[in-house]
């Protein structure tokens, strides 16, 4: 068997060429070669059934995946980052997942955290930012003036829960934003005793041009 003349990289031509004396691999007058030509065409037809005839994997994107679009004689293949219409029998997750503000439905959740955004020294205008979470603590550390930022559009509702904390010293006091309604348009007096715990919670249904204002729970210590 010779160990020369035979392709070392994807085959990407259309046509197999027909053996002759110049192309004999064996010397045995070409039936060897007829085989290998047979076998050749096989491979294109299914590089070409597959998608990579001219799109190999060594041309694909990296994490891309084959896919498969059409049906009988019309399929083709492609290779892509995107999955559409497949279904996860079970899959463990080793990183972040960006959801893409997209619907989750008939979804169990069970032993989830929620991420908590820590602001340890509270003062001045201080923003309650929801992409950074939706739960948020804060420490007062002076007079402190809070928005409240990025909710959802209208349509979807926004809510989130602030811890609020008066520091050693105490009598910490909030500017709320104008948008926030309170039961009995009264806001809440906070608790002012030095290193004491109030807890709120938020919610909007309407990109947050009104945001209604609950009392969780007071004087936590």
Same mark, same amino acid.
């Given at each position: 068997?010779?160990?020369?003349?035979?392709?070392?990289?994807?085959?990407?031509?259309?046509?197999?060429?027909?053996?002759?004396?110049?192309?004999?691999? +064996? #010397?045995?007058? /070409?039936?060897?070669? %007829?085989?290998? =030509?047979?076998? @050749?065409? !096989?491979?294109?037809?299914?590089?070409?059934?597959?998608?990579?005839?001219?799109?190999?994997?060594? +041309? #694909?994107?990296? /994490?891309?995946?084959? %896919?498969?679009? =059409?049906?009988? @004689?019309? !399929?083709?293949?492609?290779?892509?980052?995107?999955?559409?219409?497949?279904?996860?029998?079970?899959?463990?997750?080793?990183?972040?997942?960006?959801?893409?503000?997209?619907?989750m439905s008939a979804v169990t959740h069970k032993d989830y955290a929620e991420t908590c955004a820590e602001n340890t020294a509270a003062t001045g205008t201080v923003s309650i930012d929801l992409n950074n979470g939706n739960v948020h603590s804060i420490k007062l550390t002076g007079a402190t003036t809070l928005t409240f930022d990025n909710p959802v559009a209208t349509g979807d509702a926004s809510s989130f829960t602030l811890i609020v904390q008066q520091d050693g010293t105490g009598s910490r006091l909030i500017t709320w934003p104008a948008s926030v309604k309170w039961a009995g348009a009264t806001a809440p007096t906070l608790t002012t005793t030095a290193d004491r715990f109030d807890v709120l919670a938020f919610s909007t249904v309407d990109g947050g041009t009104r945001w209604f204002g609950f009392v969780a729970g007071q004087d936590f210590q």
């Open positions: 068997m010779p160990s020369s003349n035979y392709p070392t990289s994807l085959d990407g031509s259309t046509n197999q060429p027909t053996p002759t004396s110049t192309t004999d691999l +064996d #010397a045995s007058g /070409y039936e060897h070669d %007829q085989v290998h =030509g047979a076998h @050749s065409t !096989a491979i294109l037809a299914l590089e070409a059934k597959l998608g990579i005839a001219a799109n190999n994997a060594a +041309d #694909a994107d990296q /994490y891309a995946v084959m %896919q498969k679009s =059409g049906s009988g @004689s019309d !399929a083709t293949t492609t290779w892509s980052k995107t999955i559409t219409g497949a279904t996860l029998a079970g899959a463990t997750l080793s990183g972040a997942v960006t959801g893409g503000d997209q619907v």
